[in-house]
T-cell receptor, first 114, second 113 residues
């Protein structure tokens, strides 16, 4: 089945040690999003790609970077994770045609910082 | 700016009784609205969406929602709750600029046996 896959499901990293989360999709969608969801909070958009065009939210910390080497893959890099970066990270895709095109979410990666 | 307000952070119902999760929206134009469900430690699953077609929208798992422009509401309902419905539910509006989703704070639904 076409889907959005996030790896790993659970990631533990050390304080200050760079970590990369990955997202892949078989939907051939143009748009890919990264959301951060802290405990008991709503998901918050970090950034998104429309094809290769990168769009950062104004309040996304510089500590967070992203790469999209091709249509299928998108990576979230956290350069120096702090304890406050512990969260569920959700990847989503959208076809990018009409605005009502559905968003498809992955199952998320839960990041723990120790 | 588009936003949504979920009026209840927690809702508790007995199995077999109706479910009502309330959502009000704020938008200067005709919005696209969604309801997503998130089970513990899982990703988000789309329940239903409103995109200016029929005001009563039917979704998966017996859920439906009615878009009421006069009340700026998009409440989620289900006639009979099932134990498997226990989860967190998010009301979401699509932000026109940049075509992004803006999430409400979420409502945790508890279903008692």
């Amino acid at each position: 089945d076409a889907m959005v896959i996030q790896n790993p499901r659970y990631q533990v990293t050390q304080f200050g040690k760079p970590v990369t989360l990955s997202c892949s999709q078989t939907l051939n969608h143009n748009v890919m999003y990264w959301y951060q969801q802290k405990s008991s909070q709503a998901p918050k958009l970090l950034f998104h790609y429309y094809d290769k065009d990168f769009n950062n939210e104004a309040d996304t910390p510089d500590n967070f970077q992203s790469r999209r080497p091709n249509t299928s893959f998108c990576f979230l890099d956290i350069r120096s994770p702090g304890l406050g970066d512990a969260a569920m990270y959700l990847c989503a895709t959208r076809a990018g045609g009409t605005p009502e095109d559905g968003y498809t979410f992955g199952s998320g990666t839960r990041l723990t910082v120790v | 700016a588009q936003s949504v307000t979920q009026l209840d952070s927690h809702v508790s119902v007995s199995e077999g009784t109706p479910v009502l999760l309330r959502c009000n929206y704020s938008s200067s134009y005709s919005p696209s609205l969604f309801w997503y469900v998130q089970h513990p430690n899982k990703g988000l699953q789309l329940l239903l969406k409103y995109t200016s077609a029929a005001t009563l929208v039917k979704g998966i798992n017996g859920f439906e929602a009615e878009f009421k422009k006069s009340e700026t509401s998009f409440h989620l309902t289900k006639p009979s709750a099932h134990m498997s419905d226990a989860a967190e539910y998010f009301c979401v509006v699509r932000r026109e600029y940049g075509n992004k989703l803006v999430f409400g704070a979420g409502t945790i639904l508890r279903v008692k046996s």
